[in-house]
């Protein structure tokens, strides 16, 4: 039997962040430092959180770009001097022989009017336009050059360029493929740069089927795992998930209370790391956050709204060094999955169970705020992708019901946004681990979606002890490679024909179920003597190295379009040393398990002799937003059946679904901030909402009514009457989105609670 709480308004429906200062104010002429002290000056209603009164200062990237008050960068070395002094002196010896006089004169002429020419052509466009190239081919020696593009005098530098971050270090950017970073003070949504030869920089169209997206999670970053920050629940042994490290977290004031969150926010990953990204050849990053970037309520323990600057803070970087972003909401109220990175470990209340319907409203006006940010012209090109929802568990949440949520929210986001190319962000959809095949020919034409799918061995349930150490070149790995290829290329080669842009938005090297934490701080098989090798790469040999980069190579080609997960892994705080190899592509770049240029994966599926259909690289027009796009048959979209959806699993017997709890939408909108740059640039900065003609309120829990707990509901008991008395049946929908509403059936259900597997991932 579930608990229940008396209704009083979520303490974050009152302190939005429209309420409240974006960042504190600090002498920095960029975007100012993330910190968590805007938050003292609140409401009276504001959340309740342990964190102290003073914000922490910590050293290290704490700014995203550079203070006019820190070091300059090193000049790049100039061209020549100005010529025409040198000229003159020449002019001036030659010999003057009277019978030539005529010549001599017409002949210093000719040099006075090509040097008048010739000498503002080389310093305002070769000059310029030289040391752009030389930051761009990795042939410089150093140094920052004048960039093009934009308002103001931007900084530049290629290979070689000494980076200065915001607390006076310094690092020296390593690109071999032509990349280069560009930033612009006056400018600060600047988007020349470029990370390699291969891709297009960020004011220019990314071309679906010809470019490749070679991407990297920024995975426990701004959603928190045990393994991958595995000090952080070391510390706190009971904590199974974020729900609980926060708990705990905050009742221990003595060490910092939650802005130890904050301070993990600041430190885990740095503008070093995104450098060193663009230099490793890829091109794109996957940013996992928290619905708690905009808002937690009252009963929810997640540090709110204090990740959020810090999330401004990465994009800002990835848009210094040239790299897209796919922004994924990866945790949904409720729990859309019941695995500990979707904040709490447990039962699934998404759109399953007594509290599923009212979670999704919640959810999709969570997926609302995001998009009304990103679609604004100054994010729009370097977040051109948005991840709706992070790996629903179909099997739990049933497939007609997640269709009906996906429709759903593909109307509200285009009815903000607008159609075609160019209106807001590729909405990203996740195949709920049912494959990718059973989504073919999903809402034909819309406009464009992408399925994301996340291929992994390590959790199929299989004991996976085949060697992959076997050898050298294409006798390395082991069955890994040749399963890799036969496993993934035929599927995701038949998707983008059958659904259309199809990516992976997660995988890795982790062929086998092996590492601290893996499969949750409970589980210790991940880390017992079978798995000892695995979990310490410093006893890797060299024919170790080759069978997991074979194994790699594989995957990469055979996926196609990936990001990898995960960037870094977080040492343990017993070894003092990553626990957790496998999945950490920086580790595995720096000693050699990784490729160092992500291209060289092409064509090994098919020397592995694995035969293949490929795909031919082209969309149809509609599924890019061009012609067709929106144009959804009204057949089409019958077959899914309307929101909110007909029946919702997880119910206990003889539950009357029309009595299922829902909230109204009465509360104000809590908008995400823009930054804040000091001092102003000369461009405008957005406001955080996009579409103006946006206005509808936020859902909010019914004055006097009582709910049961949102995040473990699925056995709760149902309620017997509607709350208020009087109040429309559920199968109306409160949220501000553009459906139909249509009646929901009132007959009895009957449903098995489901079981939720352990692993971090289910297939």
């Known amino acids: 039997m579930s608990s229940f709480h ?66 300059q960068l090193i000049e790049a070395s100039r061209g020549p001097d100005y010529p025409n002094a040198r000229w003159s002196t ?31 052509v080389y310093f305002l466009v070769i000059k310029p336009h030289s040391n752009l190239s030389t930051s761009g081919t990795g042939t410089g020696t150093g140094g920052s050059g004048s960039g093009s593009g ?31 970073w560009v930033y612009n003070p006056e400018d600060p949504f600047n988007n020349d740069a470029q990370p390699n030869s291969w891709t297009p920089p960020l004011n220019t169209s990314w071309n679906w089927g010809q470019d490749k997206i070679y991407g990297v999670n920024l995975g426990g970053l701004f959603v928190l795992e045990p393994f991958i920050s595995p000090a952080l629940f070391q510390k706190y042994p009971a904590a199974v998930d974020e729900w609980t490290l926060s708990t705990l977290m905050a009742a221990d004031t003595g060490s910092g209370g939650l802005n130890q969150i904050e301070d993990h926010y600041n430190t885990f990953i740095t503008e070093q790391d995104i450098a060193e990204m663009a230099g490793a050849g890829l091109n794109w990053i996957r940013l996992p956050i928290p619905f708690w970037a905009i808002e937690k309520w009252s009963f929810e323990p997640f540090l709110d709204k204090v990740c959020w600057p810090y999330i401004l803070r990465v994009l800002q970087w990835a848009r210094k060094y040239g790299l897209r972003v796919n922004l994924d909401l990866h945790t949904i109220p409720g729990s859309q999955n019941g695995y500990n990175h979707s904040g709490k470990l447990g039962s699934i209340n998404f759109l399953n169970g007594v509290m599923g319907l009212a979670n999704a409203e919640r959810a999709l006006n969570y997926i609302r705020v995001i998009v009304e940010f990103v679609s604004q012209p100054e994010w729009q090109p370097v977040v051109p992708v948005f991840s709706i ?46 494959g990718v095949g059973s989504w073919a020919g999903f809402l034909q034409g819309s406009d464009r979606i992408i399925l994301d799918t ?38 995701m080669n038949a998707s983008q024909t059958a659904f259309g842009i199809t990516v992976a938005g997660e995988f890795s090297n982790g062929y086998n179920a092996c590492g601290l934490f893996l499969l ?65 592509y920086q580790l595995g770049l720096q000693n050699g398990w990784i490729p160092a240029d992500p291209r060289t994966a092409v064509g090994t599926c098919e020397a592995l002799g694995v035969s293949q259909q490929p795909f031919d690289g082209q969309y149809a027009s509609w599924q890019t937003g061009g012609a067709g796009a929106g144009a959804i048959p009204a057949s089409s979209i019958a077959t899914y059946g309307q929101y909110p959806p007909a029946t919702i699993s997880g119910l206990p017997p003889s539950a009357i679904q029309a009595l299922l709890p829902t909230y109204t939408s009465t509360s104000a909108i809590p908008t995400l901030p823009p930054p804040t740059f000091t001092p102003s640039p000369t461009v405008t900065v957005g406001g955080g909402w996009y579409d103006s003609a946006d206005t509808g309120l936020a859902p909010t829990e019914v004055q006097g009514c009582s709910y049961p707990s949102a995040w473990d509901a699925v056995s709760s008991l149902m309620p017997t009457a509607l ?41």
């Open 6 to 71: 008396t209704s009083s308004r979520p303490d974050s429906q009152v302190d939005s962040h429209g309420m409240a200062l974006n960042t504190p104010s600090q002498d920095h002429p960029f975007l100012e430092p993330p910190r968590a002290s805007y938050l003292e000056q609140t409401s009276e209603f504001a959340s309740d959180s342990s964190r102290g009164s003073s914000a922490f200062h910590f050293a290290g990237n704490s700014s995203p770009l550079l203070s006019q008050h820190e070091k």
């Open 90 to 120: 020449s002019a001036q010896k030659r010999p003057i022989v009277t019978r030539r006089i005529f010549w001599v004169i017409a002949f210093v002429v000719l040099l006075l009017v090509a040097a008048a020419i010739v000498i503002p």
């Open 150 to 180: 934009g308002s103001g005098n931007p900084t530049t530098g290629g290979n070689g360029s000494v980076v200065t971050t915001s607390d006076g270090t310094t690092f020296t950017y390593i690109n071999n493929f032509g990349g280069f």
């Open 389 to 434: 929802i992070n790996e629903p568990l179909v099997s739990a949440i049933g497939k007609d019901q997640m269709t009906t949520f996906y429709l759903s929210a593909y109307d509200m986001i285009r009815s903000i946004t607008g159609i075609g190319e160019g209106h807001g962000p590729y909405i990203v959809i996740h195949d709920g681990f049912l």
């Open 454 to 491: 996340h291929p992994y061995f390590a959790f199929d349930g299989n004991s996976n002890t085949e060697p992959i150490a076997t050898g050298t070149g294409l006798q390395a790995g082991g069955i890994w490679p040749q399963t890799a290829c036969n496993s993934w290329a035929d599927s």
């Open 520 to 584: 949750g701080t409970t589980v210790t098989s991940s880390s017992g003597p079978s798995c000892s090798l695995f979990l310490d790469s410093s006893q890797w040999n060299q024919t170790m190295k080759d069978g997991l980069m074979e194994f790699t190579l594989a995957s990469m080609d055979a996926l196609q379009n990936w990001f990898y997960w995960t960037w870094k892994i977080g040492n343990s705080s017993t070894t003092n040393s990553v626990e957790s190899p496998l999945w950490s």
């Open 723 to 763: 709350c208020p008395p009087g109040t429309v049946p559920v199968g109306v929908s409160t949220v501000p989105i553009p459906t139909t509403s249509v009646g929901v059936s009132t007959a009895q259900i009957t449903t098995t609670p489901v079981t939720v597997p352990t692993a971090r991932r289910a297939r």
